[in-house]
């Protein structure tokens, strides 16, 4: 249990073994319950909707994907302001585990948004403002994790990042204005990703089990990705030191300062 | 350090440094103009002209020919500073990060004004077009070229010294300028009277995408020329 204790503290200490902690355990666990809860009563135990049928099971997981990719870009947009500012290792790192897990999420969440429409519409995809919204959306921060995906200097790289993580965001806003009026005019409002406030008991009870079960599942995902992310840099800190330590060894052992 | 009104200076400076570039080398009328040309053309291919198709899809196919034509002006337009650590020599010079982005977008701009200039002129012969709505057009150009300039410095730059910038500054650019491309679009739709509502708050929507880039660009530029 002590050892569990020091590496909870693991952000700051030199030298963590691995990703996990009392706390994520707790965390993965209380995840792993609302899910089973969330499985149970979405599939299983909550009856079909009047209007949309067995379909509306789709969406008991789509609202929580999206809303856990929402809430992991957000942290990506506020870690990479907070990077500008403060310039630490944590707040880089915070943002581009946020924008991955958000691609994660938000790709799950245009799949199941898709065979929803292919149930509801009988098309995968319509030229539907929110969803045109989201395809630009998922592009942008494949585009972030491309450029991640770069080798350079840790503070270069933090920063391109922390650049498009701003960037983004803003335009966030825009688009949706654009796709907006540009479909507005055409087709009104759809279900898909708004919670029906006529939904019975057992219904709603699916749905937010599911909607806690996802943001739980998605901020855990994040420490791990986070701590990950952490021990990945002091691997690569580690290489350098020893190369250079080699480096020193090659040369003459007498000065030991000829390069 | 120049201060006060330093920026504008320091704007106008790069913006000449930039123009006089290309009034010598000739990159955009020499390669973009033609390439954008060349767009014109494979559109028409693409779609039968016979079929009152490619009459229809006028304003897209010209603004995404813009885009296109503007990601390869971008290229240019930074590559010039990537090289020779340029960009070192710039952040050296004590101009204003501010200054240098305002520069190159104003520059950007005029290129990129000219360059759609001579493409109404393509579409105008070429697809046929019949302009009304003039005011409204020219303020929809002028506003979706300063918003394309305006984002694309900034990834312009980021990409710059990246030695996959050919296929990164796409990937990043074009998402974020499909506003853009949707507002200019259904302006331009408007002001050839093919949708019968106002153009004007398509023009709005294209006004503020380019203020918000422009702020966002003045401030992002001095972290994006120090450290990115």
Redesign the interface.
Known sequence: MTTTKTQSASNLSPAPTGTGSRGTRVLGGFALVFLVIAVAYGLFISPADAQLGNTIRIIYMHVPTVMAAYMAFIITAVSSGMY?WKRTEFWDLLGSSGAEIGVLFFAVTIVDGALWGKVTWGVFWRWEPRLTTSA??L??Y??YL??RA?PADP??R???C???G???I??VP??H???D??RG?HQGKTVLGTIDPEMGGTQLFAMYSALIAGLLVCVWLLIHRFRAGFLAERASDLGLDQALEERRLESSPATGEDA | MSQGGGVLSDALLVARKDLLLERRAKIGLGQVLPFAILVLLLFAFALDPDRGILKLATPGLFWVTVLFSAVLTLQRSFALEAEDGILEALRLSGMSPAGIYLGKVTALTIELLLLEAVLVLGVAVLYDTKFLGIPLLFAIALLATLGIAG?GA??GA?AAR?R?RET?LP??LL??L??VL??AT?GCEVSLEREA?SGW??AA?LG??AL?YLT?GSF?FR??L???
């Open positions: 500008l630009v959306l592009i942008m494949i585009g491309a450029v770069i503070r270069t933090a920063t391109r922390a650049i498009i701003i960037v983004a803003v335009n825009i688009v204005k654009a796709v009026w540009w005019l | 984002a900034v990834y980021l990246l996959s990164l990937l990043l998402p974020l499909a506003p949707i507002a259904r509502m708050p398509w929507l503020i995408f918000v966002l992002l972290p994006l120090e450290d990115a």
